[in-house]
């Protein structure tokens, strides 16, 4: 009896795992993805903005460097500056630069301003104003209204030497032509003296060559004074084309065989083997043999000249064959002097 309980039960729970396998839906496998191994863009950096009442600081540097570069008119005596203080009609007004360099303004008298330029001069007047406490935040403009050393002097090998009127910054090519350009015996080592000595100088090179010339170009200023030196000549005398002197242009470099070429070569007459070569050394002349034939040949180096010297190539026929050195630097003082190549 008790066994056919027991096979009763056990077809019973047979039965209901049968009937429950098949009504359950089929379930998929799940699909786990794989790892995004990508990391999260990071999020744009936002840049606070400054208020209006409290501007970003800028270092002294930036903040200069431009403005000194553009600022470089200086104060002078006799300039009519207008000088502003915000906030403080009273104070501002035109003055104009004494003789002294000064400016007399309210509550604070006197001011050194001369060899400033305009951001220098506001923040020599702001100190002024905050050092003797008559302002807390003081903010100074000043802007030259009217330059009274308004020229630039040019001296030297230039057609008209002497002031050129200027009312801003000019380039030296600009300066040199208002001055009527360069003489034919004019160096191309130009010194410019920037307002005075405490100022430095400038050395330029101001080629032949257009493209050189404005590339190597700079700025000239009110009361800059600009120097163009004689250059250099070198004389070829004797029985060649064209005796005379020649200027030793552009780059200030001039060897034998290119004066010689630029007198137009020896003559047939001459005597190439008794060349000669006289040094000028602090007034003191020094005559050499000059190896011409060797150096046309390429058996012997070409020479440089230097200013002054002296080439001489002497007749082949006798009577002038024992001119000394002294009668060949006389011969100097009567000589064409030819510029250009």
Known sequence: MQIHKVLA???LVCAL?????AQAPFAPVPVTP??????????????PQPSAALPAPTSPDTATGTEVAHESLLIGPGDLLQITVLDESDLSRKVRVRDSGE???PLVGNVKLGGLNSAEASAAIAKKYFDGQFLKHPEVSVFVDEYATQSVSVLGQVVHPGPVSISTSRSLVDVIAMAGGLTDVADRHITIERGGTSH??????LSNRADDAFNADVEVFPGDKILVPKAGIVYVLGDVGRPGGYVMQNNSRLTVLEAIAMAAGVDRTASEGRARIIHNTN???EERDLPLKEIEQG??????LEADDVIYIPFSFGKNVLMGTNS?????SSALIYAGR
Do not use: M, R, W, Y
């Open 200 to 205: 430095g100088l400038v050395e330029v090179f």
């Open 34 to 47: 794989a790892p995004d191994n990508t990391p999260p863009a990071a999020p744009a950096p936002v840049t």
């Open 283 to 285: 007034g003191k002349f």
């Open 9 to 11: 039960v056990s077809l």
């Open 17 to 21: 795992a049968c009937g429950a396998h």
């Open 328 to 332: 060949i630097v006389a011969a100097t």
């Open 299 to 304: 058996t012997a180096p070409d020479q440089l």
């Open 103 to 105: 400016a007399n303004l």
